[in-house]
């Protein structure tokens, strides 16, 4: 018996399956993957999620077309907003150390194949001295030369296999940090309550047609994933407040800039010449002028260009 379950600390899983059993083929087709830290198979991005009740149930189907026996076990209840970030950026920060040992082990792998590369082309020749064909030493030389470039094919991946680590380690490292910074949340605010409005337009035609089978499984998950986005909106709503209650990081707002200062945006400066409600309007080098919103300017100017203006003073 497979037994397909989910929950919001572990996410959507399956018990019962083993190696070699055939159901690693129809799992991976739906999107499933093999988690070797849990020794199971799990739908990625589903922890502290609304269940996605469409792929467990494509996902049963073909388990049970193939002759499996198959049951559901679907807990929909959420989590605490507070609770499941903490446990998120727990999870995050365990990756972040995990990749940074990798980062380690990989730079130590590759010193060391730069070392067996040094140790190769000692044992050639000085001075670049050519093969002599037909000398009792002509085999050797090939062998060392071969080892040479062996060697040094290996210290090259070895190389990219390190810088690669190394830049995920840095990337996992901040990226608690940058998920907090004022400008993500406003922007992650703001899609979500774009995909909350389309959410509840889609309810309310829903509600208004006449029902079937299909249409009342699409509600279903409408107002799972309707009660997730809530969730979210309210805890990111609350970061932000509290943000701008205390001393942490702010977003730059209409209130601090105005026309004649400069403003800062992915690593240019621009002369604002109107400030709007959600953006100011700023002087291109062409003929036209642009619009840059708060959320991307990250550095301001006051008009001569010097004195700093400060987010919220």
């Known amino acids: ?9 572990e996410g959507t899983t399956i018990d019962g399956t083993s190696k070699g059993d055939g159901t690693a083929p ?38 049970r077309a193939a002759g499996y026996d198959v049951e559901t076990d679907i807990d929909t209840t959420l989590r605490d907003g507070t609770d499941a970030h903490h446990n998120r950026n727990e999870r995050l920060t365990d990756r972040a150390a995990a990749l940074a040992a990798k980062a380690e082990r990989k730079a130590t792998a590759a010193d060391a194949a ?16 050519p093969i002599k064909v037909g000398h009792h030493s002509e085999r050797r030389h090939r062998r060392a030369l ?24 840095r990337i996992a490292a901040r990226s608690t940090d940058h998920r907090y910074t004022p400008a993500v949340i406003h922007r992650r605010i703001e899609r979500q309550s774009a ?11 829903y509600r ?15 107002e799972l ?36 200062c400069f403003v800062n945006c992915s690593g240019t400066w621009h002369k604002v010449i109107r400030v709007n409600a959600k953006s100011v309007t ?17 550095d301001a100017r006051a008009e001569d260009a010097h004195t700093p203006i400060r987010p919220g003073q």
């Open 114 to 129: 730069h070392a067996r590369h040094d140790h190769a082309c000692a044992a050639l020749p000085e001075g670049g001295e």
């Open 225 to 260: 994933n309707k009660a997730e986005l809530e969730r979210d909106i309210e805890y990111w709503t609350a970061v932000r407040a509290e943000q701008d209650a205390t001393d942490g990081p702010k977003l730059y707002s209409r209130a601090d800039l105005r026309p004649g």
């Open 195 to 205: 995909e909350l409005r389309s959410i509840e337009r889609h309810l309310t035609k």
């Open 1 to 9: 018996m497979l037994t397909i379950t989910h929950t919001p600390t």
């Open 26 to 63: 129809i799992l991976k087709t739906a999107g499933w993957k093999w988690g070797r830290s849990i020794t199971a198979w799990y739908i990625p991005h589903s922890r502290d999620r609304a269940p996605h009740l469409a792929r467990i149930e494509h996902t049963a189907a073909a388990l």
């Open 282 to 298: 700023v002087v291109t080098a062409y003929s036209w002028t642009d619009r840059l919103p708060y959320d991307k300017i990250t």
């Open 208 to 222: 208004a047609a006449r029902h079937t089978a299909e249409t009342s499984n699409h509600m279903h998950q409408l």
């Open 146 to 169: 071969d080892r040479a470039h062996t060697t040094a094919r290996a210290a090259i991946e070895a190389d990219a296999a390190a810088r690669s680590a190394a830049e995920s380690a």
